[in-house]
């Protein structure tokens, strides 16, 4: 068994639907599996020129490989109906393809409506929070339950380790959110309910051992979407925003954008050991013609995009040698 990891190493929307996508039409992977999350995440990948996006069904679907919703997601069984409706409309094949694990636990029409009065932490409002803390209150439906979810449902440790249709089991994660959002490393209580690190992926049924690489995405400047106050003062950022579409994928609410802060990324590369970072979106710096970063409390100007991937480079390279690092514009396949 092997598994490849995507990681945010942000506030998640850094792209990593588009470096998933990538690896899954480059690796020969028997499965891709979401390890956290639920319906909050919005995964926007342009497959063969059409714009789709998802929450809850991982991308390798668009490959023909299996695609699992692991035992760290929470589930919103209508929005998954609808997304099999969405992606069947786009003339993509599910047929047989994907699978839930029978643990996930369910997000209900109350946990919803829970979620909706929500005012302090800026949620996506689609029961996330509410549907993990009944999980872990052990008070939650599992999806093993739901009737309509019967053609679907898998026992993880049976698929992944006594799984006699494949060779080796060759799995991509493919995670949801990301570094500043996860409930332990992110800027809490403005956080997520789920862990959004390699460790979550490894929750999901797989040794530690197994990991072979782990890709970290974050982007040229930073977004947030959410109810702290963390936009930047310069007019720069608002162009950004502009140019970058920096809208959520799931509410459309328009995201806080800031400059990337290189401590955070310092942070994310280490807890989750990144073996290579993709520095999504440089275009729109391009484009807005201003290049800009902290490293600490200390912000620095730049006069070209070459100039400050030169200093990104540098930096990561100081503190982790080894790390391969890749520049990549918006719709550039990396
Ligand atoms: P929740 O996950 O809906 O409870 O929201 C908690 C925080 O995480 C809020 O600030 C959300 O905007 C943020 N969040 C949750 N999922 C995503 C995502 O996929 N992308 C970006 N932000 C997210
Ligand atoms: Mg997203």
């Not at 497959?47 to 490989?65: D, Q, R, W």
């Not at 089991?169 to 403005?190: H, N, R, S, T």
């Amino acid at each position: 068994m092997l598994a490849d990891v995507v990681v945010d190493l942000q506030y998640g929307d850094c792209g990593k639907g588009k470096i998933t996508n990538y690896l899954c039409s480059i690796e020969d992977y028997t499965h891709v599996i979401r390890y956290n999350g639920g319906c909050n995440a919005g995964h926007t990948i342009y497959h063969e020129g059409k714009k789709i996006v998802t929450h809850h069904i991982p991308c390798g679907v668009l490959h023909g490989i299996r695609s699992v919703i692991g035992p760290g997601c929470v589930l919103n069984v209508n929005q998954f109906f609808k997304e099999i409706d969405e992606l069947e409309e786009a003339g993509i094949n599910t047929k047989g393809l994907i699978k839930i694990a029978s643990n996930v636990n369910i997000i209900t029409d109350f946990h919803i409506a829970e979620d909706k009065k929500d005012t302090e932490i800026g949620t996506t409002k689609r029961g996330n929070g509410p549907a993990y803390r009944d999980k872990y209150g052990r008070k939650g439906v599992l999806a093993r339950d739901v009737g309509m979810l019967e053609e679907y449902i898998i026992d993880m440790y049976t698929e992944l380790h006594e799984n006699e249709e494949f060779e080796e089991v060759k799995i991509l994660f493919e995670g949801a959110q990301g570094f500043g959002l996860d409930i332990d490393w992110g800027d809490y209580p403005y956080v997520t309910s789920s862990h959004c690190t390699v460790g979550s992926a490894v929750l999901n049924g797989v040794p530690p051992s197994s990991i072979r690489r782990v890709w970290g995405v974050a982007k040229v400047y930073e977004t947030y979407v959410g109810a702290k106050d963390f936009h930047g003062i310069e007019p720069e950022l608002n162009l950004i925003r502009e140019v970058g579409e920096e809208y959520g994928a799931t509410t459309g609410r328009p995201r806080q954008v800031n400059w990337l802060d290189l401590d955070l990324i310092k942070k994310a590369v280490n807890i989750n050991g990144v073996d290579t970072v993709v520095f999504n979106k440089t275009d729109v710096l391009d484009e807005v013609k201003t290049w800009m970063l902290y490293d600490g409390i200390n912000a620095f100007h730049f006069d070209s995009g070459e100039d400050m991937n030169y200093y990104i480079q540098d930096y990561i390279n100081k503190f982790k040698p080894e790390t391969e690092v890749l520049f990549s514009g918006n719709k550039e396949i990396i």
